[in-house]
């Protein structure tokens, strides 16, 4: 099975290609550091491989970090996002938020609603030492129930020992749509987790997973090793049990676009993928097309 094949199927019958996970900032806020901080993640760096390898839109995901503190402002205002080619996930109720844990999540959905109607989806993250059952408690509940009502998509970067508590969500607003991410079962922070992938493989029946590079979770020591021999395994492990149209691919550009390439991202589905034409197309943007179709009011 051939690139040109994987490509001519995203491009036929009304596929599209979709980054579930990539990031437009005011200033560069990882390491190792750039030297055009102001420039490297601005909106203009994201498009301009977007159009080179062929993607037509992508999910923005936000984060206020480093020297960012509104961005998911800076992201919804950028005029690129009026053409619907960026969709942008606000950041709510986040661990690095002010708002973390705070009372009143449901209302700051709502002021956020009020703020950017046009929002098809946010992102929560969770704090590593959280066991997660936030997400089903009264905040929790309350949140997300207005999520659900409001047909948002909710980005969740959880971890293994967290996705118990995502199962349990899934069963409480009946039509949330969920996109869990960062959930490597050989991530350095996750190695330890007993029974990662039992725990993971909870996710299977109630959402759909977002897969970043292989870059994203191996330790910055092996980044340099291609292709990530540590994720081979973990690849396999998500293939076995949330197959093709369960997944969709994120690049987290700008953040790891030194290590991987829309271009090399479809020639890996292509090439070392399991799965037809169709399926490797619905992974690489008819699923997440449909999610974001589905979305918002």
Not at 28 to 51: G, I, K, T, Y
Request: charged fraction near 20%; aromatic fraction near 4%; proline fraction near 9%.
């Amino acid at each position: 099975m051939t690139v040109a094949e994987v490509q001519a199927a995203v491009a036929g019958g009304g596929a599209i290609a979709v980054d579930s996970d990539c990031h437009i900032r005011a200033r560069w806020p990882c390491d190792p550091p750039v030297p055009d901080p102001e420039s490297r993640a601005a909106p203009a760096q994201l498009l301009w491989p977007m159009d080179r390898g062929g993607i037509d839109r992508a999910a923005v995901i936000c984060a206020a970090i480093g020297a960012n503190p509104d961005n998911a402002a800076f992201a919804l205002a950028a005029p690129e996002h009026s053409g619907g080619r960026l969709e942008v996930f606000a950041d709510l109720e986040c661990r690095w938020s002010a708002d973390h844990r705070r009372p009143g999540a449901a209302g700051r959905l709502r002021a956020a609603l009020a703020r950017w109607p046009a929002m098809r989806g946010f992102t929560t993250g969770l704090a590593e030492n959280e066991p997660g059952d936030w997400l089903v408690g009264p905040e929790g509940g309350a949140f997300f129930g207005l999520a659900a009502e409001g047909r948002l998509i909710a980005s969740l970067s959880v971890l293994p020992h967290q996705v118990p508590e995502v199962a349990r969500l899934a069963t409480a607003p009946p039509d949330l749509a969920m996109l869990p991410h960062h959930l490597d079962i050989r991530a350095p922070r996750t190695a330890a987790t007993p029974d990662a992938p039992g725990l993971v493989a909870r996710a299977a029946d109630c959402a759909t997973v977002s897969s970043s590079p292989p870059a994203r979770a191996t330790s910055r020591r092996r980044r340099t090793t291609v292709p990530h021999a540590p994720r081979h395994g973990f690849r396999a492990f998500l293939q076995a049990r949330f197959g093709p149209v369960r997944r969709v691919r994120g690049s987290d550009d700008a953040v790891l676009s030194r290590h991987m390439t829309y271009a090399r991202t479809r020639a890996m589905v292509a090439r070392h993928g399991p799965g037809s034409v169709a399926e490797k197309a619905a992974m690489l943007g008819g699923t997440m097309g449909g999610l974001l179709a589905r979305a918002g009011a």
